[in-house]
């Protein structure tokens, strides 16, 4: 079961371009209810649960390629 406050973000962000979340930038994300309780003005200073190793701006490494056709030069 999907919790209320992640199917009303979902909601936000799949529905037409007149209502949705961002529109009025970040602070349209601050009053989704799944942020409750997030501190926004500390959020720079977190550190991510995960940070890749990249080799530049073109690296995909990180990324699974399914289609033997996309990863040929």
Request: glycine content about 10%.
């Amino acid at each position: 079961r999907v919790p209320a406050a992640a199917r009303e973000l979902v909601r936000g962000l799949l529905c037409a371009r007149e209502g949705r979340l961002g529109r009025g930038g970040a602070r349209d994300f601050r009053r989704v209810r799944l942020f409750r309780g997030l501190r926004w003005e500390r959020l720079r200073r977190y550190l991510p649960p995960f940070s890749p190793t990249v080799d530049g701006a073109a690296d995909t490494s990180n990324f699974d390629v399914l289609d033997d056709c996309l990863s040929l030069p």
